[in-house]
T-cell receptor
């Protein structure tokens, strides 16, 4: 089956700096890669996603890049703000709706 | 549209008991997936239902089961509860091949 690895597990950045979270996947058939943000005590919320026919996607301060050859994708957050502090999960999907999640990255933005 | 709802939100059970959790998807979503979330383990996929059929199943023991009704509402059941079953149980609904929307979760505590 698919295996998704996510790094780092924790990340601290100064407010205004950029944050990068990386994920790798094992199954070349995976074709949909969402990123979720989970604030403490809240449900995971989709923040951005990318499909395998696209190499990069951007939404304001958030961007995701995908390298199908290397089987990795990354989340980039620029100009970080304290409200970006949360746990971020990457995921990969190919067969119907079975999603494989990374183990999460706890991001802390220091004011 | 109303979001994904889950009931109950909190549950305390003792070892050996069984429990049933309920999930109502977003109207029109026919796919419902269930996840177990524990600290350090991220989101572990339990199973996915589509049109009342289990299409995908994660690597959990047979004590974990589920079903889906004709109105797409889904239930999951855990029998013979163990202490290690204490977790946040999340369900997510989606249109096939698209982003998943998570419910608020059911926090299960087994004592």
């Amino acid at each position: 089956g698919e295996n998704v690895e996510q790094h780092p597990s924790t990340l601290s950045v100064q407010e205004g700096d950029s944050a990068v979270i990386k994920c790798t996947y094992s199954d070349s058939a995976s074709n949909y890669f969402p990123w979720y943000k989970q604030e403490l005590g809240k449900r995971p919320q989709l923040i951005i996603d990318i499909r395998s026919n696209v190499g990069e996607k951007k939404d304001q301060r958030i961007a995701v890049t995908l390298n199908k050859t290397a089987k990795h994708f990354s989340l980039h957050i620029t100009e970080t703000q304290p409200e970006d502090s949360a746990v971020y999960f990457c995921a990969a999907s190919h067969t119907g709706n079975q999603f494989y999640f990374g183990t999460g990255t706890s991001l802390t933005v220091i004011p | 549209k109303a979001g994904v709802t889950q009931t109950p939100r909190y549950l305390i059970k003792t070892r050996g008991q069984q429990v049933t959790l309920s999930c109502s998807p977003i109207s029109g979503h026919r796919s419902v997936s269930w996840y177990q979330q524990t600290p350090g383990q991220g989101l572990q996929f339990l199973f996915e239902y589509f049109s009342e059929t289990q299409r995908n199943k994660g690597n959990f023991p047979g004590r974990f089961s589920g079903r889906q009704f004709s109105n797409s509402r889904s239930e999951m059941n855990v029998s013979t509860l163990e202490l290690g079953d204490s977790a946040l149980y999340l369900c997510a609904s989606s249109l096939v091949g698209n982003e998943q929307y998570f419910g608020p979760g059911t926090r299960l505590t087994v004592t």
